[in-house]
């Protein structure tokens, strides 16, 4: 029996589908475009977004770090939230791979605000300033919350002529939210890059999704960051019954962390930080007095597991493989230690 996971929906195994799918795809070699798989696989992923091409990409972070540095000049600087997993969780690949300057604003925000942008683009014509050249936005976030489409509307706006780099990892999580189609919600933003192994079940890969010129460019910035890959039509087979399959039951996750998070408000020990509106459930535990890696290692012989806090923060992620009656040992357990 596995564990009841609740660390992240990246630990979602592939469907009986998508093994036989990987089974019998049907491969070639990618580097030279000729693999019918992973061709089927990007053109949906356009199709979804809105967008006119799309790039496979081994992971979200690789994703993100080839479309700065297809948007991006060496000491250029780029406008985020400073939550947002490009600075917080990326491992500061942005200097090292694009040689840009991050510049962080809205501290006190879930999400990077329109009028901070908007006060931060640098004036041209005097030397001692780097050069605007681009603005990253989160949707949904990582601290789970989903970005209204009247502000993507107003970043847009506030952004000009900059182009606008959307970090979509969970990007369907936030349309299903929304009731809308994922592309309405790209639709503000000039690239989009999404996970099919958040959530969705597949076991690696992340779409980036944009012009055709500029796929174009990210597929040669693809090969210089070793991201060349060949026969890897065998994981893009998992990713098309991800988009066609799973993608549509992710409300069914969103409605888990809504039953957990009502579960967890009736522990004393525990504080709910905010409702949850996709997947993701934030506490904070007063009840208890030890470490959070201790509480994550105390549950590890009960078959539960989880990430230790952040800052005082534990996430909870519900998924396709969590049950109900696994949240509610988790729950069981979790009151048992305060």
């Given at each position: 029996m596995r564990d009841i996971d609740l660390r992240s929906d990246t630990v979602t195994w592939p469907t009986p589908a998508m093994r036989e799918a990987m089974a019998r795809a049907e491969v070639g070699d990618d580097v030279c475009g000729e693999d019918p798989t992973v061709n089927e696989l990007e053109a949906e992923a356009a199709?979804?977004?809105?967008?006119?091409?799309?790039?496979?990409?081994?992971?979200?972070?690789?994703?993100?770090?080839?479309?700065?540095?297809?948007?991006?000049?060496?000491a250029g600087e780029v406008l985020l939230a400073e939550k947002s997993h490009i600075i917080q969780h990326?491992?500061?690949?942005?200097?090292?791979?694009?040689?840009?300057?991050?510049?962080?604003?809205?501290?006190?925000?879930s999400h990077l605000n329109p009028d901070d942008v908007a006060a931060r683009i640098r004036p041209e014509g005097d030397i001692h300033y780097p050069k605007t050249v681009l603005v990253c936005v989160e949707q949904a976030t990582g601290d789970g919350t989903v970005v209204p489409l009247k502000v993507l509307e107003r970043m847009r706006k506030a952004a000009g002529t900059l182009p606008i780099h959307m970090d979509g990892a969970r990007l369907f999580n936030a349309?299903?939210?929304?009731?809308?189609?994922?592309?309405?919600?790209?639709?503000?933003?000039?690239?989009?890059?999404?996970?099919?192994?958040?959530?969705?079940?597949?076991?690696?890969?992340?779409?980036?999704?944009?012009?055709?010129?500029?796929?174009?460019?990210?597929?040669?910035?693809?090969?210089?960051?070793?991201?060349?890959?060949?026969?890897?039509?065998?994981?893009?087979?998992?990713?098309l019954v991800a988009l066609r399959e799973v993608r549509p039951g992710l409300a069914e996750d969103h409605a888990k962390a809504k039953r957990l998070a009502a579960a967890l408000k009736k522990v004393p020990g525990v504080r709910l930080v905010r409702e949850p509106e996709i997947n993701l459930v934030f506490c904070r535990l007063p009840g208890w007095k030890g470490t959070g890696l201790e509480l994550a290692e105390s549950l590890r012989p009960e078959g539960i597991r989880i990430y230790p806090d952040e800052f005082g923060m534990y996430r909870f992620v519900t998924h396709r493989w969590l049950s109900d009656d696994g949240m509610a040992k988790f729950v069981k357990a979790l009151r048992k230690r305060l």
């Amino acid at each position: 029996m596995r564990d009841i996971d609740l660390r992240s929906d990246t630990v979602t195994w592939p469907t009986p589908a998508m093994r036989e799918a990987m089974a019998r795809a049907e491969v070639g070699d990618d580097v030279c475009g000729e693999d019918p798989t992973v061709n089927e696989l990007e053109a949906e992923a356009a199709r979804l977004t809105g967008k006119e091409a799309a790039l496979f990409t081994p992971s979200g972070t690789f994703a993100n770090q080839c479309a700065i540095l297809t948007h991006s000049s060496s000491a250029g600087e780029v406008l985020l939230a400073e939550k947002s997993h490009i600075i917080q969780h990326e491992a500061g690949g942005a200097a090292l791979i694009s040689r840009v300057q991050l510049r962080p604003t809205s501290p006190d925000s879930s999400h990077l605000n329109p009028d901070d942008v908007a006060a931060r683009i640098r004036p041209e014509g005097d030397i001692h300033y780097p050069k605007t050249v681009l603005v990253c936005v989160e949707q949904a976030t990582g601290d789970g919350t989903v970005v209204p489409l009247k502000v993507l509307e107003r970043m847009r706006k506030a952004a000009g002529t900059l182009p606008i780099h959307m970090d979509g990892a969970r990007l369907f999580n936030a349309a299903a939210a929304l009731g809308v189609a994922p592309a309405l919600v790209a639709r503000h933003a000039d690239t989009v890059m999404f996970c099919l192994s958040k959530g969705l079940c597949a076991p690696a890969g992340s779409l980036l999704c944009g012009t055709q010129e500029f796929i174009d460019r990210a597929r040669l910035n693809r090969k210089l960051m070793g991201g060349g890959m060949r026969q890897v039509g065998v994981l893009a087979a998992a990713g098309l019954v991800a988009l066609r399959e799973v993608r549509p039951g992710l409300a069914e996750d969103h409605a888990k962390a809504k039953r957990l998070a009502a579960a967890l408000k009736k522990v004393p020990g525990v504080r709910l930080v905010r409702e949850p509106e996709i997947n993701l459930v934030f506490c904070r535990l007063p009840g208890w007095k030890g470490t959070g890696l201790e509480l994550a290692e105390s549950l590890r012989p009960e078959g539960i597991r989880i990430y230790p806090d952040e800052f005082g923060m534990y996430r909870f992620v519900t998924h396709r493989w969590l049950s109900d009656d696994g949240m509610a040992k988790f729950v069981k357990a979790l009151r048992k230690r305060l």
